[in-house]
């Protein structure tokens, strides 16, 4: 073999056997998976409920679910009900609970992470890029969102497994990032500096028809530029669109795609989607998500809020 062939191919055979770990691109693809799968440093995280992770997952997966990865309400009357004055409920967790979790399912913290929802639509998505989130907050570098999700994977025609797989228990620990996770009054300095807010929610809850929860004030934060979070997911699929169609999208809703911004909705779900596309596909590292968003801004009377609409109901 000649050498200006030889050096080309070994260059092409060295990156087929690099590590998944040494680069690992924030949306993967089934083929992607599938060529990398068995990786030493390779986890899938799959956020599936229990029976549906042990009914179908991507072999070799572990089950993280998604409710574990957010904080839950407390049972009525409990000592932890009384303790929790907010009401707030879908929160960050705290991080010795998430360390204690990616330890028992066996996750260091040099390894790279795919996260599986199962694949049903947008919102699926946008739970995928919320555990994505935490993992940044966590100060994880290595991590992924498996577009389409295990339904996806299933239709490349890749096998899946059942029951319950596991892998053997780490000591994992948290680089913790706070800046990531901003919090109201964080929010409300970027509002005074007019840094770019981005609501995520329907069309219904920006304009104030209808809110999420009755404690909340109908409306939005005061200036926000609106992207429902669907938009950004190809038909409403649990794919994303193409970098170039979200900056175009991006644009068109008047949201610059460099910068600070913050994205919100009514619990942080929605609006992770919006963040993802910012943060992980146009690589703005200065985008923000709101943990709180309307859930905590609108019950505080202290914090301003718009509404387009207005309407009286005793009227």
Request: contains cysteine; aromatic residues 6%; negative net charge.
């Amino acid at each position: 073999m000649s050498r200006p062939l030889l050096y080309p191919l070994l260059a092409w055979l060295a990156l087929l056997s690099a590590p998944a770990s040494a680069s690992v691109p924030p949306v993967v693809d089934a083929q992607w998976l599938k060529s990398n799968q068995g990786q030493s440093e390779l986890v899938v995280l799959d956020i599936q409920s229990p029976n549906d992770y042990q009914r179908f997952h991507i072999p070799g997966a572990v089950n993280a679910p998604y409710e574990r990865w957010r904080t839950q309400p407390p049972k009525p009357g409990s000592k932890a009900a009384r303790a929790n004055a907010s009401g707030l409920t879908s929160m960050l967790p705290p991080v010795e609970r998430l360390e204690a979790m990616l330890s028992e399912l066996g996750v260091s913290n040099d390894d790279a992470l795919v996260i599986v929802a199962t694949g049903r639509g947008a919102s699926d998505l946008a739970a995928a890029a919320r555990v994505f989130w935490t993992l940044k907050v966590l100060g994880h570098e290595q991590a992924s969102v498996l577009d389409g999700g295990l339904v996806g994977y299933a239709d490349s025609g890749a096998p899946l497994a059942r029951g319950r797989e596991t892998r053997p228990a780490t000591a994992y620990r948290a680089d913790l990032q706070p800046e990531l996770a901003p919090d109201a009054q964080a929010v409300r300095a970027a509002l005074a500096a007019q840094t770019p807010l981005v609501d995520a929610r329907s069309e219904g809850e920006f304009v104030g028809i209808y809110t999420g929860d009755a404690a909340e004030r109908p409306g939005t934060i005061p200036g926000a530029r609106h992207l429902p979070h669907d938009w950004v997911s190809d038909g409403g699929s649990a794919k994303l669109r193409s970098p170039g169609a979200l900056k175009a999208l991006f644009e068109a809703r008047g949201i610059v795609t460099d910068g600070e911004q913050i994205h919100f909705c009514h619990s942080g779900n929605r609006a992770a989607l919006t963040w993802f596309a910012a943060y992980a596909v146009l690589g703005n590292e200065e985008a923000l998500l709101y943990d709180g968003s309307m859930m905590e801004w609108a019950r505080d009377d202290n914090l301003p809020i718009s509404a387009e609409i207005e309407l009286c109901d005793a009227c």
